[in-house]
């Protein structure tokens, strides 16, 4: 696979989908989650944006419907476990299951100059469990046909295992055939714990937006035992860090815009059966096995 540029990874080769394909995309109100699905309904497929904002999803629809694309809108918060519910029933009712689930929706209270852990819960909750719980919701209806259905994680390379310098969680984390969910969740629950009791900064968690980045860490750990767990089972998991992206996350700033951003999303989301990985990180374009983090 070629990863050299955003414009490489943005065509794949072999169109294998259609409009029968099924691709929910969360967060998708703004942002590359917006750019996704844009993306992904060019492409022919039939696309659901999510959003927690009723009232900003439905604007977001109704911007690409302007613009000749179609795309379905339901509510969904990835934080509120009755709204997961609610969208798994709705899902399954109106197309029977789907093909490809790409977890955008995230938070952060931080920005570029600040680096407070005051709403850490909640980031952990929308960032970590949110996606988590989408995922198990949503588990009986992947169709997994011949093509392969695929998770795609947006992550970032603030959750890579360098920025953890804590050498107890590291190992923890490194310990592939050991590592199990309970584990990650033990982790997070340490974390909050710290930050509870105000002793956070002694333990070696990253430095830099730590509460976003330690969800990113839990999110990439749970991607790759998930991974594994499926292994042969008709479902990838892999997790995409867009990089520094213009956003409003970003307060605007960052080195490529948010429709770059989506086309390498959507070209990994889309990868050819036969070509499709499973396990990896991708930063940027480059794919690491998560063994290296």
């Given at each position: 696979?070629?990863?050299?540029?955003?414009?490489?990874?943005?065509?794949?080769?072999?169109?294998?989908?259609?409009?029968?394909?099924?691709?929910?995309?969360?967060?998708?109100?703004?942002?590359?989650?917006?750019?996704?699905?844009?993306?992904?309904?060019?492409?022919?497929?039939?696309?659901?944006?999510?959003?927690?904002?009723p009232e900003k999803g439905e604007k977001a629809v109704e911007l690409l419907?302007?613009?000749?694309?179609?795309?379905?809108?339901?509510?969904?918060?990835?934080?509120?476990?009755?709204?997961?519910?609610?969208?798994?029933?709705?899902?399954?009712?109106?197309?029977?299951?789907?093909?490809?689930?790409?977890?955008?929706?995230?938070?952060?209270?931080?920005?570029?100059?600040?680096?407070?852990?005051?709403?850490?819960?909640?980031?952990?909750?929308?960032?970590?469990?949110?996606?988590?719980?989408?995922?198990?919701?949503?588990?009986?209806?992947?169709?997994?046909?011949?093509?392969?259905?695929?998770?795609?994680?947006?992550?970032?390379?603030?959750?890579?295992?360098?920025?953890?310098?804590?050498?107890t969680i590291r190992q923890r984390l490194l310990q592939e055939e050991t590592?199990?969910?309970?584990?990650?969740?033990?982790?997070?629950?340490?974390?909050?714990?710290?930050?509870?009791?105000?002793?956070?900064?002694?333990?070696?968690?990253?430095?830099?937006?730590?509460?976003?980045?330690?969800?990113?860490?839990?999110?990439?750990?749970?991607?790759?035992?998930?991974?594994?767990?499926?292994?042969?089972?008709?479902?990838?998991?892999?997790?995409?860090?867009?990089?520094?992206?213009?956003?409003?996350?970003?307060?605007?700033?960052?080195?490529?815009?948010?429709?770059?951003?989506?086309?390498?999303?959507?070209?990994?989301?889309?990868?050819?059966?036969?070509?499709?990985?499973?396990?990896?990180?991708?930063?940027?374009?480059?794919?690491?096995?998560?063994?290296?983090?």
């Amino acid at each position: 696979m070629n990863t050299s540029s955003a414009k490489d990874q943005s065509s794949p080769v072999k169109r294998w989908w259609s409009k029968d394909t099924v691709a929910v995309v969360t967060g998708a109100n703004k942002g590359i989650g917006f750019a996704t699905v844009k993306k992904l309904a060019e492409l022919g497929l039939t696309v659901i944006l999510t959003a927690r904002d009723p009232e900003k999803g439905e604007k977001a629809v109704e911007l690409l419907r302007a613009q000749g694309i179609d795309v379905w809108f339901k509510r969904l918060d990835v934080a509120d476990m009755s709204s997961i519910t609610d969208f798994a029933s709705w899902l399954h009712q109106m197309f029977g299951g789907l093909d490809i689930l790409v977890n955008n929706a995230a938070v952060s209270f931080n920005d570029l100059n600040t680096n407070s852990v005051e709403h850490a819960e909640t980031v952990i909750k929308t960032n970590f469990y949110g996606p988590k719980l989408l995922i198990e919701a949503l588990m009986p209806l992947f169709r997994r046909s011949s093509s392969t259905s695929r998770i795609l994680n947006l992550s970032s390379r603030l959750g890579l295992l360098n920025k953890v310098t804590n050498p107890t969680i590291r190992q923890r984390l490194l310990q592939e055939e050991t590592l199990e969910e309970g584990k990650i969740d033990q982790i997070v629950t340490q974390f909050l714990s710290q930050v509870k009791d105000g002793t956070w900064q002694e333990h070696g968690w990253p430095t830099v937006w730590t509460d976003y980045s330690v969800s990113k860490l839990a999110l990439n750990a749970y991607s790759r035992v998930l991974a594994r767990r499926l292994e042969g089972n008709g479902v990838s998991v892999n997790c995409f860090c867009p990089g520094f992206t213009r956003t409003d996350m970003t307060s605007g700033w960052g080195q490529r815009s948010a429709d770059e951003a989506a086309a390498a999303a959507a070209a990994l989301a889309l990868l050819p059966p036969e070509e499709l990985p499973t396990g990896k990180f991708f930063k940027w374009c480059t794919p690491m096995l998560y063994s290296k983090l």
